[in-house]
């Protein structure tokens, strides 16, 4: 009985230690376990595995657990899929159990915990005998029912229409008793104040916006993760064409922002009549938007399945929606329309609307409760608030202490951290924390804001407060010292003179000036002579008839980029459309043809550039001022046909940021070009992966896909991974500081920050995968990248660890490109060329090219063409003749930032002094021999001669002519 007692107690020990270290990685488990893998898992055991959405996938791994055998047939299942890191991170939580949690852990926690949150009792009750099982201090892992009602701060945001009642609820939430007086005086901007919620231990730092149209430009800076957002809608008033103003644009705005944002739509005034009906309808009308969203959401899924379904039956579509996208390429664009779809508000499919009575203090109390319910289950979901270290928290109040300037530079933070015992890196790490918080405004990511550190956020509200106001006409005929012309300029133009900065912004000029680099990257307001878009007309019915052609030109091209929204009115976020105006109207200032709102003209460099804003059939345009729920963004180029998909490259790089602000946002982004063609449009995504050449033949319908190469098998897929969580794992808190590095945005730091993962290296880990996926390219491309990060953080912030971790990225890099396998790759036919051989090289890899003895490493896409050295002028002096063949080099993507490297065949073994590489390059078809930074020659050998190539040229070896002739056996002419 003591064996078999021993044994039960074996296996139950397995069980609850294994069930804990799942239950604190399954998040983490399921974005990153091979899916195939779990689903052949899953399968054999008669279960089904859910592929697209990971906290379904990792609750599908978890509750399957229920034997010993279960978890080592997991562990096998990663051991030999080649995911070690997997394998370590949930042995490491096993490891953390006996220290961190009781032995008396039920079998299935996570199904009673479920059952027992439903009350405060309950939750408290369990986190004292949690508790009282832990170390003294020991809190960090307590599971999500450990949660206490300790006090926690939430940001609470308050929407809606203007006289919606935002201001009324907020006074009667505040003071728990009616508020009956009329607001004589709107908001202004936003107003924020501070509420306690005693009985359920939550202070609500309450943010209530301005609802007039001129405050929506704004509301952006504040839309976060960490929100609970509530919705006012005004109950008597509503009708259902009334949607879009009052619901529908408030929940895009919100949902371009924020994944999963915690909603309650509010129906103010009750108590003016029945508005029984009126609940009704506007929970019908929210229930059938986001239906409609949701199946458009579906239907591009679908849309996305079909293709790869097709793909894998090697299918050529004639009507191919994803035309220039690889295999992979589509499957991440449907993992991420998965995640807008998981990422909606599950509560809008099935709403509830909160009526509440501010004059009569009615359900008032109903709406507290459901808000602390939310709060709660926040918590519960994410394991609680993050435990901020203590010198932290010593740094951000020395910082806020210091009044005398609106902003601080970072070395004065350097020096407040080092009176409390911080580090360089912990100051950075530390700053780039409180910046996505929200306690500090720190940018440094943004050209201008990079030593600036406002120590308080209200600093960009006072501004906001002074230059948007719903009454500013009204305002600016009370101030004294202000010109009359100075006053018509901002009214009818936005132009913010020097004169009206010291009328309007007596006390926060100097702030103005600071701010603007961050105003201006935000699409805010534009020139050196300030002017504030939001100000800015918007156009009339003819504005573009004088300044752009109805059909472009013989030997130029116009080419569209077309944003439409999958929202089921079409309508883009608030402030997109504006900044989208903004960053092209900042591209040049003598260009400039018109400027409006809703439309811009600008040339930039011999290239015509348009922004509008396209309105339905229904639109109306009255004044200047146009009405309409279906919108299209739209920007057009139109230059000479040789430099049109060049300039549109880099018109989108340019418009990159604004788009990366609305990182959720329902869109579906198609390029066009105007006139005649076969294809009707090619998505976005495919604009930066290939050459123009290839763009062409898309268009003319004459493009095929080509098959990728295999390069690595299955076990080792997943080397690069192993090596990143390695290097995850040593960041620490230095993840959020590398991360801003790289360029992630703030949002999407927020959002792994603040999500589900429950520790840095996890944190660590995601942060990078998401930044690897947005490079685009393998790992020959981003890991030179992430070492340059490394080196530059190690060297700024004065960290030794940071610099070896440099060193480990390099082995890495170096293990990788020895590893690769050599693929051989026959080359293409070419039409008019003979005698011309062309190898288009499909991605990453070691390839060799068929019919040549050439070979290449390179991280991108590639064309390799076989040139010939009399078909252009040879200007290499006469003491070097080529003694091998010249190939010309096209990359592919328009993003290359790592150099190819070529083996390069020759004829004649020369001592490496007397062989170098001529490089000729073909841009505008100049042939001059470019300067010695593309190719550097690394070694010659007796057939070979290696360079590293960065550019699109030219490239063969030559030979001193003296000591070719020799190697030849041949008299040397010029003697």
């Not at 044994?7 to 983490?28: C, M, P, S, Y």
């Not at 399957?64 to 991170?89: R, V």
């Not at 059909?551 to 608030?574: A, Q, W």
Request: with cysteine; proline share 4%.
């Amino acid at each position: 009985l003591a064996d078999a007692a021993h044994g039960l107690q074996e296996r139950l020990d397995v069980l609850v230690t294994g069930d804990i270290a799942l239950k604190e990685t399954k998040q983490f488990l399921g974005e990153n376990i091979d899916k195939d893998a779990a689903t052949d898992f899953m399968e054999t055991r008669g279960r089904s595995f859910n592929q697209i959405s990971a906290s379904n996938s990792g609750d599908d791994l978890v509750d399957y657990m229920s034997t010993p055998e279960d978890y080592k047939d997991l562990f096998l299942l990663l051991e030999e899929s080649g995911q070690h890191y997997l394998l370590k991170e949930i042995k490491s939580f096993q490891w953390k159990t006996g220290v961190t949690y009781s032995t008396a852990v039920p079998l299935k926690p996570r199904q009673q915990q479920d059952q027992g949150a439903t009350g405060e009792g309950a939750v408290s009750k369990e986190k004292t005998a949690q508790e009282s099982a832990l170390p003294s201090g020991e809190t960090k892992h307590l599971p999500s029912s450990a949660i206490g009602l300790k006090k926690q701060v939430v940001k609470l945001i308050l929407l809606g229409e203007t006289e919606a009642g935002k201001t009324s609820l907020r006074v009667t939430i505040i003071l728990g008793k009616p508020h009956t007086e009329e607001e004589a005086n709107r908001t202004i901007g936003v107003d924020i104040r501070t509420y306690i919620d005693g009985t359920h231990g939550i202070e609500y730092n309450i943010y209530d916006f301005g609802g007039h149209e001129v405050y929506h430009y704004t509301h952006r800076f504040f839309l976060t993760h960490l929100g609970l957002y509530l919705l006012c809608v005004d109950l008597p008033a509503y009708r259902s064409e009334h949607f879009q103003e009052r619901v529908g644009k408030w929940v895009t705005s919100i949902s371009s922002h924020v994944t999963k944002p915690a909603l309650i739509v509010v129906g103010t005034k009750s108590d003016e009549g029945d508005v029984t009906e009126k609940i009704a309808l506007l929970e019908k009308d929210i229930k059938s938007a986001e239906t409609a969203v949701r199946q458009a959401l579906e239907e591009e899924i679908s849309r996305c399945q079909e293709t790869l379904n097709n793909r894998v039956q090697g299918l050529q579509m004639e009507d191919d929606h994803f035309v220039g996208l690889s295999r992979e390429e589509v499957l991440d664009k449907k993992t991420s329309l998965q995640k807008l779809l998981d990422g909606r508000l599950e509560d809008l499919v099935d709403v509830h609307i909160v009526p509440v009575s501010s004059k009569r203090n009615e359900g008032i109390d109903v709406l507290r409760s459901k808000m602390a319910e939310i709060v709660l289950r926040r918590i519960s979901v994410s394991g609680g608030s993050r435990e901020v270290p203590q010198s932290w928290s010593d740094l951000c109040k020395r910082i806020k202490q210091e009044t005398s300037k609106p902003c601080l530079s970072v070395e004065v933070c350097k020096q407040s951290g080092a009176a409390v015992g911080m580090g360089t890196a912990d100051v950075m790490n530390a700053l780039d924390y409180f910046n996505v918080s929200g306690e500090i405004v720190f940018y440094r990511r943004i050209q201008g804001m990079e030593d600036k550190v406002f120590q308080h956020p209200t600093t960009i509200m006072r501004l906001f407060k002074l230059f948007f106001r719903h009454d500013m006409a009204q305002h600016l005929q009370t101030l004294d010292g202000l010109m009359d012309e100075d006053r018509q300029q901002f009214l009818e133009g936005g132009v913010v003179t020097d004169k009206f900065v010291e009328a309007v912004l007596p006390e926060e000029a100097e702030a103005f000036k600071l701010l603007l680099p961050l105003m201006k990257h935000f699409g805010l307001c534009f020139n050196s002579r300030v002017t504030m878009m939001a100000n800015v007309a918007r156009r009339g019915l003819q504005a573009f008839a004088p300044h752009w052609p109805k059909v472009p030109k013989e030997g130029t091209r116009e080419i569209k980029l077309i944003m439409k929204s999958l929202d089921v009115n079409n309508r883009h976020p608030v402030g997109l459309g504006e900044s989208l105006a903004c960053r092209i109207t900042q591209m040049s200032e003598e260009g400039r043809r018109l400027v409006r709102r809703d439309a811009i003209i600008n040339r930039v460099d011999n290239i015509d550039i348009m922004y509008r804003r396209v309105y339905d059939d229904n639109g109306k345009q009255e004044q200047g001022e146009t009405t309409s729920n279906n919108t299209v963004d739209e920007i057009h180029l139109l230059t000479e046909s040789s430099k049109a998909w060049r300039g549109m490259k880099k018109l989108v790089k340019e418009i990159e940021p604004c788009l990366e602000e609305y990182r959720a946002r329902l869109t579906e982004d198609r390029v066009v070009v105007v006139g005649d063609r076969k294809v009707e449009s090619i998505p976005l995504e495919a604009l930066h992966k290939h050459t123009a050449e290839d763009l062409d033949k898309m268009f003319r319908g004459e493009w095929t896909r080509q098959q990728a190469v295999s390069s690595v098998d299955k076990a080792k897929e997943y080397t690069i991974d192993n090596g990143l969580y390695d290097v995850s794992s040593r960041l620490g808190e230095s993840w959020l500081s590398l991360a801003t590095d790289l360029g992630l945005p703030r949002l999407e730091l927020e959002q792994i920050q603040k999500g589900p993962l429950t520790n840095d290296t996890q944190r660590a880990f995601q942060a990078l995968q998401l930044w690897r996926k947005k490079a685009g390219h393998g790992p020959l491309h981003y890991l030179p990248q992430l070492v340059e990060a490394l080196e530059k953080k190690g060297q700024v912030d004065e960290d030794e660890h940071l610099k070896n971790m440099a060193g480990v990225v390099t082995k890495m890099l170096e293990e990788h490109r020895q590893n690769l396998p050599e693929s051989t790759v026959s080359p293409e036919e070419t039409e008019n060329m003979e005698g011309v051989l062309k190898w288009s090289l499909p991605q990453e890899g070691r390839f060799h090219c068929q019919g040549s003895d050439l070979h290449v490493i390179t991280p991108y896409p590639l064309y390799v063409t076989t040139a010939s050295w009399s078909a252009g002028p040879w200007r290499c002096s006469s003491d070097w003749v080529p003694v091998g063949a010249l190939f010309h080099i096209q990359f592919r993507p328009d993003d290359a930032t790592q150099p190819v490297e070529i083996d390069l065949p020759h004829i004649v073994e020369l001592a490496e002094a007397d062989m170098k590489l001529a490089c000729l390059g073909d841009d505008d078809g100049q042939h001059e021999i470019l300067p010695v930074e593309p190719v550097k020659p690394a070694h010659v050998t007796a057939a070979h001669v290696t360079a590293r190539l960065r550019t699109d040229a030219r490239v063969g070896p030559v030979g001193r002519r003296r000591a070719v002739c020799a190697a030849l056996h041949i008299d040397d002419a010029q003697k």
